[in-house]
C-alpha cells in the first residue's frame, strides 16, 4: 500500500516537472513559428538554441510524426501537415466570447470603467456582456442593447469602418438619410463626415465617442480580429466625462487597445485584418 501511495506521488510529481526532452525539442517548433519560414538546420538550431547535431534527433522524430517536414530539395525543414492539422483544430475549438470575457473583467479592474463585449446582430452591434468595474459607474445599457446609431457610439463606428461594406452598407446610408435631417445640428451628418468619422478608426485602430450616444458618457472600443482576419467582436470601455482620459494615447486607449490584440492573439491573428 505504501508503495503504491509512494508510486502515485512520484508519478504526480513527474508530471509536475514535466519531460525535459520533449520541452527542449519543443523549442524547435516554437523556432518555426515564430520565423514563419523553413530553415536550414544550423539556423533553426541556432534560434533553439542547441548545437545542430542535438537538434537533428528531435527533427527525425517530428517528421515521423508530421509535425515537421524537409524540402526534398532545399533541405530546409518547415511545420508539417499534422502541425497544421493541430492547429486547425486548436482555432475551431476557440470560443470568441469566452476568449474574450476573462480578458474584459481583468481590464475594468484595471482601468475603473465599465468593458463590454459586443458583437454583430441582426439590427446591428449587440451588447452581449457587460463587466462593471469597482468603482460605481451609472451607465443605461444591459445584454441586448443594440448599439444604434450606428455612426454615433464607438462601438457601432468599429463595425461600420471594419466589417465589409456590403453588411453595414444598408444601415449606414439609412442612418445618414434620418442624421441629415435631425432637428438637432449636432446629429447632422454628411456623407463626408461619415467617411471622416471611419478613417480615424481605420487610422487608430479603435474608434472613440465623446458624449454619444449617452450624454456625458465616453467611450473606446476597439476590434478583436479571429485567425481568418474577420472582426470577431468589440471591445468597448465606457465611463463619466470627467474621469475618461479622451486622449488616442493615453493609457486608457492603450490598454483597450492592447486588451483587444491579446484577445485577437488568442483567436489566432497574426495581426492582418481583412480591410472594410
Not at 463595425?159 to 435631417?181: G, M
Amino acid at each position: 500500500m505504501e508503495a503504491e501511495i509512494n508510486g502515485t506521488s512520484e508519478e504526480r510529481g513527474n508530471e509536475r516537472r514535466g519531460i525535459q526532452s520533449i520541452e527542449v525539442g519543443g523549442a524547435l517548433l516554437q523556432a518555426l513559428v515564430r520565423i514563419g519560414a523553413p530553415m536550414m538546420l544550423k539556423d533553426l538550431a541556432r534560434e533553439a538554441g542547441m548545437p545542430p547535431a542535438k537538434a537533428h534527433p528531435y527533427l527525425v522524430s517530428f517528421g515521423k510524426l508530421g509535425l515537421i517536414e524537409q524540402d526534398p530539395v532545399t533541405g530546409r525543414y518547415g511545420l508539417g501537415p499534422f502541425s497544421l492539422q493541430m492547429g486547425l483544430t486548436a482555432l475551431h475549438g476557440l470560443d470568441p466570447l469566452k476568449a474574450a470575457t476573462a480578458e474584459i473583467s481583468r481590464l475594468a479592474d484595471e482601468i475603473q470603467l465599465n468593458v463590454a463585449i459586443a458583437v454583430w446582430g441582426n439590427h446591428g452591434p449587440t451588447i452581449v456582456r457587460i463587466e462593471e468595474s469597482s468603482k460605481p459607474i451609472h451607465v443605461n445599457m444591459r445584454p441586448g442593447t443594440v448599439m444604434t446609431p450606428l455612426l454615433l457610439s464607438a462601438t457601432g463606428r468599429v463595425f461600420a469602418a471594419l466589417l465589409p461594406a456590403r453588411i453595414t452598407r444598408p444601415l449606414v446610408d439609412k442612418e445618414l438619410a434620418q442624421l441629415a435631417a435631425a432637428p438637432q445640428p449636432a446629429l447632422r451628418m454628411s456623407q463626408r463626415h461619415v467617411d471622416e468619422v471611419l478613417a480615424e478608426v481605420r487610422e487608430h485602430g479603435m474608434a472613440r465617442a465623446l458624449g454619444n450616444p449617452i450624454p456625458g458618457i465616453n467611450a473606446f472600443s476597439a476590434p478583436v480580429f479571429d485567425h481568418s482576419g474577420n472582426l470577431a467582436l468589440a471591445i468597448t470601455a465606457m465611463g463619466p466625462a470627467g474621469s475618461f482620459d479622451p486622449a488616442w494615447d493615453g493609457p486608457t486607449a492603450r490598454k483597450v487597445k492592447a486588451c483587444a490584440e491579446g484577445i485577437s492573439s488568442r483567436l489566432g491573428n497574426t495581426g492582418a485584418a481583412k480591410g472594410a
